[in-house]
C-alpha cells in the first residue's frame, strides 16, 4: 500500500498544481471570480489531502497491518475525486446539481482524517 499510496499521493498533488495553473493562466478571463474561487477551493483540498495521503503512506510502511491507515487513504483518495473533481466539474459545466455531490467527498475526507486520528491513537 505504501508506494500505491505514494504514486497516487504524488499524482495527485502534481494535477493539483496543473490545475492551479490553468486556471490561473486558460480560465481567469473566462469565468467569473465567484467560480474562480470554487475552482481554487478544489485545487487547495485535493493538495492538502495529497499531503495526508503521503502521510497515510508514510505511516503504513511503518505499520503495515493498520485497517485504519489504510480505510483513511482511500477516503483520502475517494473524497479528493468526489470533492474536487464535483467543484472542477460545477465550474466547467455550470451544472449546478454538481455542488450537491460535493458534500458527499467531504465527508469522504472528514473519514479519511477520523481513521487517521484513531490510527495514530492507537500506535504504540
Not at 477516503?75 to 465550474?91: P, R, V
Request: charged letters at 10%; aromatic letters at 12%; proline letters at 2%.
Amino acid at each position: 500500500m505504501t508506494r500505491i499510496f505514494l504514486a497516487i499521493a504524488s499524482i495527485l498533488g502534481g494535477i493539483s498544481v496543473v490545475f492551479g495553473a490553468f486556471a490561473s493562466h486558460a480560465l481567469k478571463d473566462r469565468l467569473s471570480a465567484n467560480s474562480l474561487a470554487i475552482w481554487e477551493t478544489g485545487t487547495k483540498y485535493q493538495m492538502y489531502h495529497a499531503l495526508a495521503l503521503m502521510l497515510v503512506a508514510l505511516l503504513i510502511s511503518r505499520y503495515p497491518n493498520s485497517t485504519l491507515l489504510t480505510v483513511a487513504g482511500y477516503a483520502f483518495i475517494a473524497g479528493i475525486l468526489i470533492f474536487s473533481g464535483s467543484l472542477y466539474a460545477l465550474t466547467l459545466t455550470g451544472i449546478k446539481w454538481l455542488g450537491a455531490i460535493t458534500p458527499i467527498g467531504g465527508v469522504g475526507l472528514i473519514i479519511g482524517w477520523l481513521c487517521l486520528a484513531l490510527a495514530t491513537w492507537r500506535i504504540e
